[in-house]
């Protein structure tokens, strides 16, 4: 690691204490030298171009028909039920 300045270093301990502030610090794009033992140790820096997912769009479901009672009410099959309730299943290799 290249020579750290000594105004950004910060102690691991120190960095614990007020890692929110430290992270707040980051995002607005300094960066901090994390050090232990007043040796630098790691380095915490802002993210660069972070891809944003699109925001989700309720109602994306297209039902052909309604969706039968026999789907909620039924009970499940025994092998089903079995995994669900996290038993191993010999006759699938779980």
């Known amino acids: 690691m ?5 105004r950004k270093m910060i102690n691991v ?3 614990k204490t007020h890692f ?4 707040e610090r980051a995002h607005a794009g300094e960066e901090i030298i994390l050090a232990k033992a007043g040796k630098p ?4 820096v802002p993210i660069e171009n972070v891809v ?3 925001k ?4 994306g479901l297209k039902v052909s028909g309604p969706i039968p009672d026999a789907v909620w009410f039924d009970p499940l099959p025994d092998e089903e039920l079995a995994l669900w309730e996290g038993k ?3 006759k699938y290799g779980y």
């Open 20 to 23: 929110s502030r430290l992270l």
């Open 52 to 54: 944003r997912q699109p």
């Open 41 to 44: 140790y790691a380095k915490l």
């Open 2 to 6: 290249a020579e750290a300045d000594p």
């Open 56 to 59: 989700r769009k309720p109602g």
């Open 13 to 15: 301990h120190d960095a």
């Open 88 to 90: 191993r299943l010999e």
